[in-house]
């Protein structure tokens, strides 16, 4: 055990050290529940503003942990940043969500591989102030979407419950298909890399749109490239940590955690408590409380984090929930949830 995983609970963690009780951070803890983020927000003209202007963006990223003894702050940003970076049109309609300009296999070969660093440079210079700002005991989590994730909204040009348009492109245009994943693939290990030299301790990797896929599209589509990100971002940052989110993995965990070799698996709200007992020994989790009991709050939502608490407790453990916060969230219910997970 090294003195800096000594003095960062949440990354000793993530590296396999169990905790007396678990550290933790919450999904989109820098967001619209916080009025202190909706009164910042005004003072940007878009959503891509507001994450490409560091001093703004370091604001948001700080802000929950002014208000809870949270043990990580994440960076502020988003997954589609990277389609940005690579030359795709990229917008944020309020009230609705991005909106992209949907990719054909023609568009993919012009988009700019090379330059997906040089533009994310404000990201990166709002982790270096985020880490000149954050206690010592803090860890510092970067992220990027996941292959799969990102472009299912670069194909489909937006958000959709069952990411037909993407499923279709896949099965229909495989070498564009696969073209488009090996772009995607080298664009997150030159960000993440570039992630963990400004600074970053973990970073994440949300595949959130994995639960529509069988089992060979998931084998070939979520797999394998987050196994070939792994890989590459390790090959340059040796050991480097990660946390994989494959939302709705389901049955496919075992395997997704055996191929990418990540640190640490989020679990989403619907996996029951039991699936990490289909996981490798000492392999760590991080969750998963479904987001809407924060919301109810009161004392369903404290028997139920009790219950995660202890079903976790023979592993490393990263308290979280088992997706993003939601607007809604009352602040009293977030204060007494981290108390909670506290021993408070």
């Known amino acids: 055990m090294t003195e800096t995983t000594v003095a960062k609970p949440l990354l000793a963690t993530v590296l396999g050290e169990r905790q007396a009780r678990p550290p933790m951070w919450i999904m989109r803890q820098a967001g619209r529940y916080l009025p202190e983020y909706r009164e910042l927000r005004t003072k940007a003209k878009t959503f ?98 996941s292959p799969w994730t990102v472009a299912t909204y670069m194909i489909g040009g937006k958000g959709s419950p069952d990411q037909a348009a993407a499923r279709l492109f896949a099965l229909r245009e495989l070498e564009a298909f696969a073209r488009l994943m090996d772009v995607l693939v080298a664009a997150s290990i030159e960000y993440l890399v570039a992630q963990f030299r400004a ?12 639960l529509n896929l069988d089992e060979v599209a998931f084998a070939a589509n979520v797999i394998e490239p987050n196994r070939r990100i792994v890989e590459g971002v390790r090959a340059q940052i040796p050991n480097a ?27 989403d709200y619907a996996s029951p408590i039991s699936v990490a007992d289909t996981l490798p020994s000492g392999l760590g989790v991080q969750g998963n409380l479904d987001p809407l009991r924060l919301v109810a709050g009161g004392a369903q939502m404290e028997r139920r984090a009790e219950e995660i608490i202890e079903g976790f407790s023979n592993r490393p453990h990263v308290f979280n929930l088992g997706h993003g916060i939601v607007p809604e969230t009352p602040i009293d219910h977030v204060a007494r949830l981290v108390d909670l997970v506290k021993g408070r």
């Open 241 to 267: 940590p990660i946390i994989g989110f494959p939302r709705g993995a389901a049955a496919m965990l075992p395997a997704y955690a055996a191929a990418t070799k990540v640190n640490l698996i989020g679990l």
């Open 199 to 210: 600074g970053a301790d973990v970073v994440q990797l949300f595949e959130s749109w994995a």
């Open 48 to 145: 891509l503003d507001l994450c490409y202007t560091p001093e703004l963006a370091i604001e948001v990223t700080m802000q929950p942990l002014r208000r809870f003894d949270l043990d990580a702050a994440i960076l502020f940003s988003d997954i589609l940043v990277i389609p940005d970076a690579l030359g795709q049109t990229v917008r944020f309609v309020t009230g609705e969500g991005p909106r992209l300009e949907p990719i054909t296999p023609e568009g993919i070969d012009r988009l700019a591989l090379d330059e997906v660093v040089p533009r994310l440079t404000p990201v990166l210079e709002t982790l270096k102030g985020v880490k000149a700002a954050l206690a010592p005991d803090k860890t510092l989590i970067g992220f990027c979407g």
